[in-house]
């Protein structure tokens, strides 16, 4: 038949990736050299000052900075190769007009469509424009260690920045009663070591202290550092479940599945172009029994997009009454109209 062998139909190109820019040298090589920065640090601080104290009996000192320097060197390096709870990529398949509501104690959510990812975002879950990921739960992007800080390694972000307090103010604290227990000797290279130890810690010290503050307070009230303070009704905040529930959750409750791994992160994302492939003719269709008459359909791939089962579902839910779209701010409501918005999936009319 003729009009079978000119059949035409729409397939997906594969396009050649872009070449992306080396972006990620100068944050890598920052956050190395913060590693290096703490090792440098710590060593003319074990080989001066606390070498001294060490040999003169004050055998305090070294056993107290070093185990906090192990475990602040073990929590930065750990953070850096770190998995934040990235979420995999979605297909491009998925319909960006598709509406998604879920409720979270009382307070409706649209998950929002992430053009870069291709899929809808749960609640609290952010794109990352450093990184080029969708992490879950998210709470911001540390260029001290060039990682996003999310769900599955904000317990270590925390753990840094209180072993960095720790230690910070462990070195400030044994240069000076270094300083002080050689005040009657003559000025040395030990001396000079020190106050360049102390220096930079003290520097350190207080801002690391106001970070472990503002972050403890973020935990305690269930806030996120990207979210702002207008976002939730003052008086509501749906993730906040009490200051103890909340500690619990953040810190110690399980994590949960790891989304990340060897096959997802072997995807390669597609292009979104057309390209037309001439197709072999299809066997036609056995007859069917008698009385009953084959449904017409659009396989020619000739008629107008939306013509097909689609289009009639469409004019359908376009005849119907139009369903208002929730904001992303979550509001208080009844727990009937909340519960019966979960998990609603509706195909809006392009």
């Not at 227990?181 to 130890?197: C, E, G, N, Q, Y």
């Not at 305690?220 to 909340?246: I, L, M, T, V, W």
């Not at 110690?252 to 060897?262: F, Q, R, V």
Request: net charge positive.
């Amino acid at each position: 038949m003729p009009l079978l062998k000119d059949t035409m139909t729409l397939v997906k190109e594969t396009q050649q990736l872009p070449v992306v820019p080396l972006s990620w040298f100068l944050p890598s090589l920052f956050a190395a050299f913060n590693v290096m920065l703490l090792v440098f640090l710590s060593g003319l601080f074990f080989g001066f000052p606390c070498r001294w104290l060490a040999q003169n009996g004050e055998w305090a000192f070294p056993v107290v900075t070093g185990p906090l320097f192990i475990l602040t060197f073990y929590s930065l390096v750990s953070l850096n190769f770190s998995d934040p709870g990235i979420l995999h990529r979605g297909s491009i398949n998925e319909d960006p007009m598709t509406v998604h509501v879920v409720s979270v104690n009382q307070g409706a959510f649209r998950l929002q469509w992430c053009p870069k990812c291709c899929f809808h975002r749960p609640p609290r879950t952010c794109h990352c424009p450093w990184c080029n990921i969708c992490v879950e739960d998210f709470d911001h992007h540390c260029k001290w260690v060039n990682n996003c800080i999310g769900h599955r390694n904000f317990r270590l972000f925390m753990l840094l920045v209180m072993s960095l307090c720790l230690y910070s103010g462990a070195l400030l604290v044994t240069c000076l009663m270094f300083l002080i227990r050689t005040s009657h000797l003559p000025f040395s290279v030990d001396k000079v070591m020190a106050i360049l130890v102390a220096v930079p810690a003290a520097g350190f010290l207080i801002p690391l202290v106001l970070l472990l503050l503002i972050q403890a307070v973020s935990v305690s009230s269930a806030e996120r550092s990207c979210e702002s303070k207008c976002r939730h009704h003052q008086e509501y905040n749906p993730f906040d479940q009490g200051f103890s529930r909340n500690w619990y959750l953040t810190m110690c409750a399980p994590l949960g599945p790891k989304y990340m791994s060897e096959v997802i992160c072997l995807q390669r994302p597609v292009g979104t172009g057309w390209a037309h492939e001439k197709t072999q003719p299809s066997p036609p269709c056995p007859p069917g029994p008698p009385g009953l008459q084959p449904q017409p359909s659009n396989t020619s791939g000739k008629g107008p997009p939306g013509s097909g089962e689609a289009a009639i579902v469409l004019r359908e839910i376009d005849a119907s009454p139009r369903l208002s779209l929730l904001s992303e701010t979550p509001r208080r409501g009844s727990p009937g109209r909340t519960q019966s918005l979960d998990h609603l999936n509706l195909c809006l009319p392009v």
